[in-house]
Every structure is written in structure tokens, then in C-alpha cells.
């Protein structure tokens, strides 16, 4: 209601006379934007001088809730009578629309769209046309579902600064030209694909990054960014041959992170701690993240190499203040009691020195989690002197909890809790 207030105090200062017809212009962009696209058309019959005035408003927003027919007829007429620039352009689909997609990217990139939204929810993926590329004043996209043609000759969106694809095939170029060829980039997102060997990020002046899908290889030469969630999902575990040759020679840590000078949060999910546990990995890591302050790992217990990948990630955030880690099982031999162990002895008093918050999360049942996260603690408990909370997300055996509190904890200030989500650390 807040954001009313202040179209409603400006419409009382109009009652003296035909307050509707004498509302100014802007005022008018206002209520525009407050209304779905079909009341915003209907607006020409509330008098003379509002006959036009929605067809210079700088947002479409179309949203399917009936036929394909219907949606595709609504479109072409607005863009038929629209004067002006667009700006933003949002369409929300639940079929798609190949054939008229065309004409209407024809048409926004004669106007000079910024924003470009395309949500799309049906069962087969929505076509976007090489047109697209032509709107070159582009700063702001997202896709979904959705296969991508790109022409080759594509000289690149020199105005983009962010990006997100989320289920998407992309033809022509590859996603590493795609990217390269948006020298203001700074926010990437990239979700459910599948790229075939080296996914290569090259971006001078990327800040955020979200990488969800499936590669064989990663190459990130970002030396702005500041947030990284980089999660790789393989169901053949094809990134196993890719990365094998290179094995023996650097660590992937060092060889896809060593770049990432500035940042402050990394996110790692499913096999990206597989991929970055594989070549050798140093005791001493070689690159050490000064800013880098917050970590969300997962843990696969009964995996010594993950493990100790695992360490060699906090070993190399020296400032590491926020923890936050899955603890995971695939079967195999109980491996992490020992190797917490071992790193106490050889990193104690360096370890967590700074560390202020940590979240261990159980996400599967299974008898030997509880040892293996009561180990962790344990770790953390005698190791971090400025510890402040040590939440335990979405398990509640008393017993366990019983066992914590008769750990002895090197800072005082220390607090133990039992929580049931903590969804707010996944959100930027």
C-alpha cells in the first residue's frame, strides 16, 4: 500500500474539475505500470486524452492465461500501435510462440529494449530467433526454457551487465563467446545446460556468478568477482577423462579458482567438489582468497580426497568468518574422524581463526552422519576462538546435542543451536 500513497495524494490534488483526463503524464506512466497489460489498453476509453497515452509507456509486460491465439493477437497489436522506446519487455509463456517470436524481436530491437524478460514454462523448449541478437541496447536479460540461435558474425551486447539463462541450449557460438563478448557484464547466471569440454568465463568485470550445469572442464578468468556459486551436475561423470589428462601437474583449486582474487563468498554444490578434489592437492595451498569470508561446501564423508579438498579450500580463506556444510554419504569406508584428526594436529590455532558463524547440515538419514558432524564440531569447537554460533540445521537427537555441550569451547562467547532451515544463506 505504501508505494499508492503517493499516486493517490497526487490524484486528490486534481478533484477540482475532470481530475481523470487532466492527470499528468507522468502520473499517468504510473498507474500504466500498476495494471495488467489488457487494462492498460482499455484505458483509451476513459476520455479523449487518455485515447493514446498508453502507447509511448516504456514496459510491456504480457502474461499467457488463455490461448496461443489470443496471446500472440494481443502482442502484435500493442507493438502495432506502440510509439516510442521499449524498455523492458516481459512475456511469460506456457506455449510457445516461434513463429511471432521473430517479428517481435524485430520489432524491440528497432526500439531500443533494455530489458529483455522471457519466462517459459512448457513442456517443450521455446525457440528464440537470431534476431534477438540484433537488439543491441540490451543491459538486463532472462531466459528460461528456451533454445538460444545465435549467429556467428554476433559482435556481442556491448551494453549488457546482466545476464541469466536457465534450461537453455545455445547454437551458433558457445557460451564462452557469449560472455566474452560483453565487456560490461558484471552478474552471470547460468543454469541446466550442457556444454561440451571447457566452459571458459571470461569476464574483466564480472561481480556475481551462478553456474549450475553440466561440463567437462572450467576456466574462470574473472579477477572482479566477488561471489561465486559454481555447482556441476554429470550424470556420466564425463569431467573424469577431461580432467584426467591433466592430472599429476596442478590442482584444479588452484588451476579454476587461483584467479579469483577478490572473492568474498563461494558456494560449491553436487560433483564441483569432486571436480576440484581431483589432480594433487597441496598441503600448503599455493593461492591463498584474503577477502574471502564466506564458504558453503559439501562434505561427503567417507571420500578422503574430498575431504581433503574440502580442508585445502579453508586452508586457503585465512579470514574465513561464515562455514556452512552438507554432510553427505555414497558409501565407502568412514574416512573423516581420522582426517579431522590429522588436520587438528597440523592446523590448529590457524585453522578457524576467524571464523564467527558455522551452519553443519544434516540432509540424509543415516547412522554414521551424526559421528562424523560430532567430529566437525569438535574441530570447530577447539579451534576457533572467536566463534560466536555453531548451528546444527535440521536435526534434533538430543543425545547429540547432549555430547556437544561437553566439548570444551576455545572461545566463550560460543553458542550451540538446533535449527530447522537455513534457507537465507543459499539467497545473495
Known sequence: MGGLEPL???VKHNLHGDYISDLPDDLKQEIFLKLPIK????TSILS???KDSWTSIPTLAFAQKSTDSKLIKLVDNVLMVHCGPILNFKLFLKHPCNEAMGRWMLILSRNGVRSFDLRYSGDEKCKIPSRFFSCV????VFMSCCIINAPRAFQGFKLLRMIA???FNLTGISIGNLVSCCPLLEKLGLHKFIHQGCLHIMAPNLIQLHLYGEFHDLCIETPKLTFGSIGLYSRNRDYKKSVAEK???ESNITRVLGYLHNIQKLHVFDDFIDYLAMGPIPENPPTIFYELTEINVPLCCSVQDKIAAAFCLFKSAPNLKKLR???LYYGGEDQLPAQILSKLKATEGCLFKCLEIVNIVHVQNNVLLAKWMLEFAKLVLNTAPVLQKLNVINFEDATFFTKLECFPKLSKKAEIASVKNDKD???M
Open 48 to 50: 479523449s486524452k487518455w
Open 425 to 427: 544463506w543459499l539467497i
Open 247 to 249: 592430472a599429476g601437474k
Open 137 to 140: 541496447a540490451l543491459e538486463w
Open 8 to 10: 493517490q495524494s497526487r
Open 165 to 167: 539463462l536457465e534450461n
Open 39 to 42: 487494462d492498460v489498453v482499455r
Open 325 to 327: 556444510i552438507e554432510f
